[in-house]
């Protein structure tokens, strides 16, 4: 996915906010997910993110808005916790996109970039311990 170097700048902002955040900043991959990682590799977890997005995200669902994230069990539904990207209500707190307001393409392609900056600096992170 090609970035501009605005958009690499206000993801990075935005990942160091968040990082402020003593709930955001509570979430990490443990051992099972970076073994996943391992195995599977980031492009694999890419796909998964993009479906997740595109599935759960794009569209705001009242009734399912706030529970279509687990908080365990895959790498992208940690990573949607950690960057306030696990439900609509989020989206609308963090990044200020009425959750009621369709995701255009731009929006799309920034939060998918920044599940996976914080996936692949968190992997990083983890395999360097």
């Known amino acids: 996915m090609q970035l501009t170097k605005?958009?690499?700048?206000?993801?990075?902002?935005?990942?160091?906010?968040?990082?402020?955040s003593k709930f955001r900043s509570?979430?990490?991959?443990?051992?099972?997910?970076?073994?996943?990682?391992?195995?599977?590799?980031?492009?694999?977890v890419e796909s998964h993110c993009n479906d997740f997005?595109?599935?759960?995200?794009?569209n705001y669902n009242k009734e399912k808005d706030g529970k279509q994230t687990p908080?365990?069990?895959?790498?992208?539904?940690?990573?949607?916790?950690a960057t306030a990207t696990c439900c609509r209500g989020c989206i609308e707190k963090w990044y200020h996109i009425p959750k009621e307001k369709v995701l255009q393409e731009n929006e799309i392609k920034c939060i998918k970039a920044m599940i996976m900056e914080w996936i692949?600096?968190?992997?990083?992170t983890?395999?360097?311990?």
């Not at 443990?30 to 492009?43: A, F, Q, R, V």
């Not at 692949?120 to 990083?124: A, F, I, L, P, S």
Request: hydrophobic residues 30%.
């Open 6 to 20: 605005k958009e690499k700048q206000w993801i990075n902002n935005k990942l160091n906010s968040l990082e402020k």
């Open 26 to 44: 509570s979430f990490h991959l443990n051992k099972k997910m970076i073994e996943y990682i391992d195995i599977k590799g980031l492009e694999l």
């Open 53 to 58: 997005i595109d599935k759960n995200l794009k």
């Open 71 to 81: 908080t365990k069990n895959h790498p992208v539904f940690v990573a949607q916790h």
């Open 120 to 124: 692949t600096k968190e992997y990083t």
């Open 126 to 129: 983890k395999k360097e311990q």
